[in-house]
């Protein structure tokens, strides 16, 4: 690696410290403290709300996996992977101005408070606490595990070092800012992944001699790459379909997307993050992938596919532009990384501790417990991501699927249907779960469409069946 | 624990029928030109700006659509609410 494109990655990681830091002013400012630190007192407008959504939810994945996987199929990844584009207007629009109001009457500040609020039951919030904290945690160990080998591929530090630096830059920011310092870094990082992922599109074009070079390329050396059905034909449209439930529309059910969807300001911020959103996930999506086929001709014969998007950017981009560009994984990286930490911590803190362990926590307890319980929770996710037990890995695999399967009925239904109670909220995220898990583990991508598809389904059918069931009882009991 | 009927989720429950009807259009068109042209063989494809047609109509133009489909519905059809109750809660 040149070390005129170390500066840059250098100086970014600095910047996004120092904003952190700088951010963490408004805690001691604020009126409340847990809704300033896990909610940035409801107070984040268009432009931020967009980019934190899109921060959060474009991960390693969308950076390093993704790319790398669209070198292995063509263009059908990318077709995949413009399921995306719907988080950025779905999300919004479904959980919109009524979330936004409920949350605002339930004083909620986790998605949990929203969930206490609706259904009043302790149990939800015990089953949802365990979900949040075990899925969200280790999916937060491999985006660790992801961030430090990026660091070290590039750096030729050891994995240790890489890991150490990337934990306390992150770390700092989140334990003394909360929300805000995440949102707002989140925003700056947004930019810069949207910026390296325009400059490197372009880069690459340029260096494979224009689009329909690059194509004619592709189609010498397999013309499977430009069908939408992968590079050996075994993508269906039925199974490359099924993703938009996995991450576009069942997005709506991961509670660190959720959770964004109670913070902003009023209606005008929530109208212009659905414009912004749409066009900044939009243009990531379509963009990064794409790179991904195109480094197929530009830089070819790469073996192992994530680090295709570091070689290609060192190969077509001069030094010091590929250091600001290989910023924009490392900031889809630790945007992602901030947000779990500061979940995890919410669902330890505030519904688990101040609802069973302390319920009349003063203001100062409350603050010092958040402070340590976030501060042990990053130490933990840093110790187990030197050596991630086989355990974790298992988990990260299906977080995202597991928390939609759990989640999203009770959500969405709880916001739009009037008979949904507690007894099918607690029937439908037990039967997600579970169901989750059996799939996974017996019948993964059945009838060939990806796991998540039958959980939600399933889920769906017993949160209406239970809810209808039971419907009588509570009425009896003047409950609704 | 009761809900009252609040106007403004009329104006909510609305605005999700819209997501949901942008979802489907946007599915459709995506769907529609991908599976549609792209099914053929790769020798038969017909080529814009150096992208197979297929590619070209469903995730680019397709993209583009999506982004002037919501500007639309920010600009004529969201309705701007406030999201604070008027009166305290008397909990």
Known sequence: ????????????????????????????????????????????????????????????????????????????????????????????????????????????????????????????TILSAISIITFLFSAMIAQWVGGARLIESLTGLSYESA???????????????????????????????????????????????GMENIMMG??????????PHGHD?????????????????GVVG??????????????????????IGTIVVGSIMLGMHLIGVLARVVVPGIEVAD????????EVLPPWLAGIVLAAPMAAIMSTVDSLLLIVSSAIVKDVYMNFINKDAKEKQVKRISFWVTSITGILVFLMALSPPELIIWLNLFSFGGLEAVFIWPIV???????????????????????????????PNYLDMHTVIFPIVISFFMYVVVSLFTHAQYRQNGWV | MDHKEDKRFRVAGHEALIGIALVLINFLWWYGFAF????????????????????????????????????????????????????????
């Open chain 2, 36 to 91: 549609g042209l792209g099914g053929q063989p790769v020798s038969d494809y017909d080529w814009i700006f150096g992208m197979p047609e297929w590619f070209f109509y469903s995730c680019i133009i397709g993209f583009f659509l999506m982004v002037l489909l919501v500007i639309i519905v920010v600009k004529y059809m969201l309705t701007d609410i406030p999201f604070d109750d008027e009166e305290d809660d008397h909990e």
């Open chain 1, 1 to 124: 690696m040149n070390s005129m494109a170390l500066i840059p990655l250098f100086a970014f990681l600095i910047l996004i410290f120092v904003v952190g830091i700088y951010t963490a002013r408004n805690v001691s400012r604020a009126d409340s403290f847990v809704q300033e630190y896990f909610l940035g007192s409801r107070q984040l407008g268009g432009f931020i709300l967009a980019m934190t959504m899109i921060a959060t939810y474009g991960s390693a994945s969308s950076f390093i996996g993704g790319p790398g996987a669209a070198y292995t199929y063509g263009l059908s990844w990318v077709l995949l992977a413009m399921s995306q584009v719907v988080t950025g207007y779905f999300v919004l629009l479904i959980l919109g101005k009524k979330f936004a109001i409920m949350a605002r009457k339930y004083k909620a500040v986790t998605l949990i408070d929203y969930l206490q609020g609706r259904y009043g039951s302790n149990k939800i």
């Open chain 1, 413 to 443: 239904l709880g916001l739009y249907w009037k008979k949904g109670n507690a007894h099918g909220a607690i029937a439908s995220m037990v039967s997600g779960l579970v169901a989750y898990i059996l799939f996974h583990s017996f019948a």
């Open chain 1, 307 to 314: 680090k295709v998007m570091p070689l290609l950017a060192l």
């Open chain 1, 218 to 227: 592709l189609k010498t050396e397999n013309p499977n790459l430009l069908s």
């Open chain 1, 163 to 209: 890991l150490f630096l990337f934990a306390v830059s992150v770390l700092v920011y989140v334990i003394i800012g909360g929300f805000r310092a995440v949102a707002i870094t989140d925003a700056i990082q947004g930019v810069v992944m949207l910026g390296g992922t325009i400059i490197l599109l372009i880069a690459t074009i340029i260096a494979g001699g």
């Open chain 1, 254 to 275: 991961l509670p660190q997307v959720a959770v964004r969807a109670m913070s902003y300001k009023n209606s005008r911020s929530l109208h212009r993050a659905l414009i």
């Open chain 1, 233 to 249: 034909g075994e993508l269906s449209a039925r199974y490359i379909s099924s993703f938009w439930i996995l991450v576009g529309v």
